[in-house]
Nanobody, 115 residues
């Protein structure tokens, strides 16, 4: 059973930084694309960043220049380094991973940025 476990969320002041981690366990196969979505209260879930197993990355416009996605394939872990955080970054952040032909999701971690 593939499971994703996120960590690293919390409360931070505007301008601060957080690093989210998401570890994938239970897979006998290599992991494909990984990434992060977020969902703020009353809003739709939106893609934040993706990274392929070859290291290609892409970001939503609001994350460019502030967030960095990376992965450690040996540890089956994806990271999201978030700098210069803004109150509008407040959301529940979800990681996902493609394994074989389906996606798996973490339970979400709350990020709250105070002004």
């Amino acid at each position: 059973q593939v499971q994703l476990v996120e960590s690293g969320g919390g409360l931070v002041q505007a301008g601060g930084s957080l690093r989210l981690s998401c570890a994938v366990s239970g897979s006998r196969f290599s992991i494909g694309e990984m990434g992060w979505y977020r969902q703020a209260p009353g809003k739709q879930r939106e893609l934040v960043a993706i990274i392929t197993n070859g290291g290609y990355t892409n970001y939503t416009d609001s994350a460019k220049g502030r967030f960095t996605i990376s992965r450690d394939n040996a540890k089956n872990t994806v990271y999201l380094q978030m700098n210069s955080l803004k109150p509008e970054d407040t959301a529940v952040y979800y990681c996902y991973a493609w394994v074989v032909r389906r996606d798996y999701w973490g339970q979400g971690t709350q990020v709250t940025v105070s002004s």
